[in-house]
């Protein structure tokens, strides 16, 4: 009967659970809206997936930058525009070799709408480019984030260049990896914030041993360690991403489900709110 007891608690506590996450507000911290997806979805249609999904804010980058700044001048309340520095997706492989890039850049942001540069792509290879240096100067120079996709070794480098800038880590990194990524944020404990985007199946893994789909101790133990430093994501990285919306914020919200809720809601919209929407975030 105790055992019978302790079940129905567990299923009653889950079930509560669930309940709650259902209308947890999301903060996306990692989403594109660019090329195809601008003829997909127009930004009508982009702010009924976020209503029925309760995502109140999103920071939004795009290939060419023009979709970016349709849907902030759209919903600029909702939207959090970051530059991207390509004009078209084949420039991911080479354009820190492109001395053309930093003067664009510069000219974007006289616009005065953007508040990060990103998502780039870049990996240890090319750490010393000197397209890549200006770019962390210019984010420093204006008080403007860097949302970086890339290996730890980029990370370290954009550090070792300006340690005061404040940098967004796309897709928990190259290494997905609890004590790697555990290691990275000990070895930069301010200004380091990791978004969790495209990861999800992976947290979302059976544990090896029952049918039990969700985080290990130990996934779960670094979110509740460095809860003020994640912050959950998307990555509408085609187009198929805004057509599968809704299962992927499910799939979020299954394993913010099996935190404890102070945590849940840090990584769901706070640590992205205090970053984004406060008054000190702004100046």
Known sequence: MKCFLKSAGLVVLMA????????????????HYGGEDTKAYN???????????????ALISSTPNDGTEALYHYAPKRIIPFLGVYETLQDKRD???????????EAALKKGIYRGI????????????????????????????LQAHGDAE??????????????????????????????????????????????????????????????????????????DRFMVAVDTFSVNRWNTFDSVVADIREWLSQLPEPVARKLAHENAQRLFLTKKSRE
């Open 43 to 57: 930004p009508a249609e982009v702010m009924a997936i976020f209503d029925r999904n309760q995502v109140t804010h």
């Open 118 to 145: 990103g998502e780039f792509h870049i990996f240890a290879k090319d750490k010393k480019s000197p397209v890549f240096k200006g770019i962390v100067k210019l984010a420093q120079k204006h008080g403007l984030m």
């Open 95 to 105: 354009w820190m070799w492109d001395e053309s890039v930093l003067p664009k850049v």
């Open 154 to 227: 980029i990370i370290d480098e954009i550090f070792s260049i300006a340690p005061d800038v404040t940098v967004l880590w796309a897709h928990m990194g190259t290494r997905p990896e609890t004590d790697f990524l555990r290691s990275v944020l000990q070895r930069h404990p301010k200004n380091l914030y990791i978004d969790t985007s495209v990861r999800d199946t992976l947290l979302l893994g059976t544990d090896g041993y029952s049918d039990h789909r969700g985080l290990t101790p130990q996934w779960r133990q670094l979110f509740i360690d460095y809860q």
């Open 16 to 31: 509560s659970s669930f309940a709650v996450q259902a209308q947890m507000p999301i903060f996306d911290s990692h989403l």
